[in-house]
T-cell receptor
Framework: QKEVEQDPGPLSVPEGAIVSLNCTYSNSAFQYFMWYRQYSRKGPELLMYTYSSGNKEDGRFTAQVDKSSKYISLFIRDSQPSDSATYLCAMSEDDYKLSFGAGTTVTVRA | EAGVAQSPRYKIIEKRQSVAFWCNPISGHATLYWYQQILGQGPKLLIQFQNNGVVDDSQLPKDRFSAERLKGVDSTLKIQPAKLEDSAVYLC????????????FGSGTRLTVV
């Protein structure tokens, strides 16, 4: 069993739709949870960073963490073509070493 | 603020050859990481440096991979000899201190082993 499992996708949605991305994990020691966005031929860039369970909102992005279920989600509201990218969930025990999911490729159609 | 610089951007080599990648982190960032991202997978940590000391190299295939960070600034990652399964993007990242929120990744070096 992989330490972090991410819904594989790919996802294709029309502009303005809500995008829902999910990851599950098996390591109960994870305390730090992140979502990264990766454009083609670029390095990952941090979108959302949360510590412990709960919701965090930043503009059109909402991150949810449910530690009891070992489940995290990212929602993108009013999706735009510029949101087309691969989204990676990442987690850490110590806020140094990151364990990544395999990524979900999202295409937002204009 | 300048980002994390990596070179070369692309490299094609034959199996059993050697190759080296270079990374210059953001100025002042004490922690430097090398990740390997195989096509269709998430990045996997190879090695973590704190200044010029190794903190974690548990997933580095030490029979063929080596890395150094002289003077606690830039770093090189070497593969010798390369295998076909080493084909991947090698990402360098740096952080000021506590990692996750302060991570900045470079654009990576795409290695193809033929």
């Amino acid at each position: 069993q992989k330490e972090v499992e991410q819904d594989p996708g790919p996802l294709s949605v029309p502009e303005g739709a809500i995008v829902s991305l999910n990851c599950t994990y098996s390591n109960s020691a994870f305390q730090y949870f992140m979502w990264y966005r990766q454009y083609s031929r670029k390095g990952p860039e941090l979108l959302m960073y949360t510590y412990s369970s709960g919701n965090k909102e930043d503009g059109r992005f909402t991150a949810q963490v449910d530690k009891s279920s070992k489940y995290i989600s990212l929602f993108i509201r009013d999706s735009q073509p510029s949101d087309s990218a691969t989204y990676l969930c990442a987690m850490s025990e110590d806020d140094y070493k990151l364990s990544f999911g395999a990524g979900t490729t999202v295409t937002v159609r204009a | 603020e300048a980002g994390v610089a990596q070179s070369p951007r692309y490299k094609i080599i034959e199996k059993r050859q050697s190759v080296a990648f270079w990374c210059n982190p953001i100025s002042g960032h004490a922690t430097l990481y090398w990740y390997q991202q195989i096509l269709g997978q998430g990045p996997k940590l190879l090695i973590q440096f704190q200044n010029n000391g190794v903190v974690d190299d548990s997933q580095l295939p030490k029979d063929r991979f080596s890395a150094e960070r002289l003077k606690g600034v830039d770093s090189t990652l070497k593969i010798q000899p390369a295998k076909l399964e080493d084909s991947a993007v090698y990402l360098c990242a740096s952080s000021l201190g506590q990692g996750g929120i302060g991570y900045t990744f470079g654009s990576g070096t795409r290695l193809t082993v033929v």
